[in-house]
């Protein structure tokens, strides 16, 4: 039975999930993957905990009354005589904590992440997280960084490793813009209580102007334009910003008091759609041409990105062996669950490579 050791940052709608699918599942684990899944540390932007017998379905009051101020290396020193293997699991939006990967990984942690932000941060931190995974044997999975739990970057990364030429990724990338587009292109609802309601469900970023510039998507194609083995940086790609420059700066709970303010805008880029059109914000990644694409466009009722339903996200691939019919991948591409199921993917998946420690004791002498 392998020993595996969660370390969990970020405590919010998808991490508090995870916790949740990895309870339920703890007795699956150990008798279908021999996996021992232990989430022995949590932490949130203050405040962190730690349990050698790990968390269970009480762990919020255990952490409410026992948690203690949070330190930089609160996991590292708990776990540095622990035999079980290590994985550190960013359920965050933090560009703080993106950063600390590389140390992260040198201190001996696997890595999972729904975070896209340490893989669209400068390509030399990109290439240097890399470097440091390799050197250290340690694996890196971010799956949920493009599609929640769609298996977008697995698809890109065996097409490539199969010698695959990819020509062009498009789609609508974005769960969360496509659960408030298709409401907006069908019903007669105010754009800033769709947006609201997105919010509530888990669907958009903490923050929704971070789906609302273009931000979000053009990470997710930065990060495929990336796997295919483009050299770019975030500041190449050309987004369409749906935040009025007057409320780009202001804070998350005056922007989202002022969120009415959109309500005139996006009616009228509804007003001048076609007869049988509807709004979809695509993303659009040519290789060839090394070119990135974010904006709100209107497209056909019947095509695919308009045939489109609630927060299902929808991919297409075009290369060399799909040339003129792209291979597609359409699903759930928003919502604390499927990204949480996501996260829980990436885990087993590591874990199922990792050989099991020459001991079960918990201390080394």
Same mark, same amino acid.
């Given at each position: ?248 700066? $202001?804070?998350?709970?005056?922007? %989202?008091?002022? !969120?009415? #303010? *959109? &309500? ?5 880029? =509804?007003?001048? $759609?076609?007869?049988?059109?509807? %709004?979809?914000? !695509?993303? #659009? *990644? &040519? ?5 990135? =694409?974010?904006? $709100? ?9 308009? #045939? *489109? ?57």
């Amino acid at each position: 039975m392998k020993q595996i050791h969660i370390y969990l940052f970020g405590l919010g709608n998808v991490g508090s999930k995870l916790i949740e699918q990895i309870l339920e599942s703890h007795s699956y684990f150990k008798r279908k993957h021999q996996l021992d899944l232990k989430i022995v540390g949590l932490a949130n932007s203050s405040q962190v905990y730690t349990s050698m017998d790990g968390v269970s379905h009480d762990w919020k009051e255990v952490f409410a009354h026992h948690a203690v101020a949070r330190t930089s290396d609160a996991f590292y020193v708990f776990s540095q005589n622990l035999l079980a293997h290590r994985i550190a699991v960013d359920a965050t939006a933090s560009k703080e904590l993106s950063q600390f990967y590389p140390e992260i990984a040198q201190q001996g942690f696997h890595i999972v992440t729904a975070n896209k932000i340490a893989n669209t941060l400068s390509q030399s931190f990109y290439d240097r997280l890399r470097h440091i995974l390799l050197k250290q044997e340690l694996q890196f999975e971010y799956e949920t960084n493009v599609g929640a739990g769609l298996p977008i970057i697995e698809t890109v990364k065996r097409l490539t490793d199969s010698g695959e030429s990819i020509k062009a990724i498009n789609g609508v990338f974005s769960g969360s813009l496509g659960y408030i587009f298709n409401r907006f292109s069908q019903e007669g609802v105010a754009f800033s209580s769709i947006v609201k309601e997105a919010l509530d469900k888990g669907f958009t970023e903490p923050d929704p102007r971070e789906d609302l510039s273009g931000n979000d998507v053009a990470r997710k194609l930065l990060v495929l334009a990336r796997e295919t083995g483009l050299k770019l940086e975030f500041e190449d790609i050309e987004i369409e910003n749906l935040v009025p420059a007057q409320l780009q700066s $202001l804070k998350i709970a005056d922007f %989202l008091q002022q !969120l009415p #303010q *959109l &309500d005139e805008i996006l009616e009228e880029r =509804k007003n001048q $759609l076609g007869h049988n059109q509807v %709004l979809r914000h !695509l993303g #659009q *990644l &040519d290789v060839h041409h090394k070119t990135l =694409k974010v904006s $709100l466009q209107a497209v056909s009722k019947d095509s695919p990105a308009g #045939q *489109l339903q609630g927060s299902d996200g929808f991919f297409e691939i075009f290369s060399g062996s799909y040339a003129q019919e792209p291979l597609v991948i359409k699903g759930a591409g928003a919502g604390r669950e499927v990204t949480a199921r996501g996260l829980l993917s990436d885990i087993i998946k590591i874990s199922n490579t990792l050989v099991q420690k020459p001991e079960l004791n918990f201390y080394t002498n």
